[in-house]
């Protein structure tokens, strides 16, 4: 049971990660600051290519160099973004989710 709530947590900073960067892209391309949560989207989607298919790569240190130094108000707002319907649109595997916090050693989500 532990280990399914450590996954459940893990997955969802992992989406929130994810549902940062689209819509900081969106935002971008809107003319609006590409930052989300303080953390720029360009940053962000350096860990794209660890959680979309096909043929995802491992993170990059790029990639885990950006997300290890979030802090604590920074990943509330990160993980807010957890329950949104929009990431199955954008091909990102929930498998891969679960690995990448681990992968890049990150906390878990902080409880609601």
Same mark, same amino acid.
């Given at each position: 049971?532990?280990?399914?709530?450590?996954?459940?947590?893990?997955?969802?900073?992992?989406?929130?990660?994810?549902?940062?960067?689209?819509?900081?892209?969106?935002?971008?391309?809107?003319?609006?600051?590409?930052?989300?949560?303080?953390?720029?989207?360009?940053?962000?989607?350096? $860990?794209?290519?660890?959680?979309?298919?096909?043929?995802?790569?491992?993170?990059?240190?790029? $990639?885990?160099?950006?997300?290890?130094?979030?802090?604590?108000?920074?990943?509330?707002?990160?993980?807010?973004?957890?329950?949104?319907?929009?990431?199955?649109?954008?091909?990102?595997?929930?498998?891969?989710?679960?690995?990448?916090?681990?992968? $890049?050693?990150?906390?878990? $989500?902080?409880?609601?």
């Amino acid at each position: 049971m532990e280990m399914i709530k450590k996954n459940v947590v893990n997955l969802m900073l992992v989406i929130s990660i994810i549902m940062v960067a689209v819509i900081g892209l969106a935002q971008q391309a809107h003319g609006q600051p590409a930052k989300v949560c303080g953390v720029p989207v360009s940053s962000l989607s350096l $860990c794209l290519p660890s959680v979309k298919q096909p043929n995802p790569t491992s993170p990059s240190p790029q $990639c885990c160099d950006v997300l290890k130094p979030i802090t604590q108000d920074t990943e509330k707002c990160l993980c807010s973004y957890a329950t949104s319907p929009l990431l199955g649109r954008f091909g990102i595997d929930k498998g891969l989710f679960l690995a990448l916090p681990a992968k $890049c050693g990150l906390p878990d $989500c902080p409880p609601n």
